[in-house]
């Protein structure tokens, strides 16, 4: 981390820091609507949808971007109540 020189930041006197990821999980899910409960194995004619969906929007230039938590950004809060900073 980086802070500006003249902003004058002391970390020898923050207390209760913490340190976490944010969560960006929603903005990866598909809406509601859209969740159909169906059968993801056996005979039938929904079996392998999954698949074939996700190749049709390969086909088309649409690839969805996969969830990964190690590459959301950091959030940092330091104090706690009134006084807490992020």
Do not use: C
């Not at 598909?30 to 409960?37: R, W």
């Amino acid at each position: 981390m980086r802070f500006n020189g003249a902003l004058n930041v002391d970390f020898s006197k923050w207390i209760n820091v913490r340190m976490q990821r944010e969560d960006n999980s929603h903005l990866f899910k598909a809406p509601e609507f859209q969740q159909i409960e169906m059968p993801k194995f056996g005979a039938g004619s929904e079996y392998g949808r999954e698949q074939r969906e996700e190749a049709r929007r390969r086909k088309y230039g649409m690839h969805r971007r996969k969830y990964v938590r190690e590459n959301q950004p950091w959030l940092l809060k330091a104090g706690t109540g009134e006084t807490s900073r992020k």
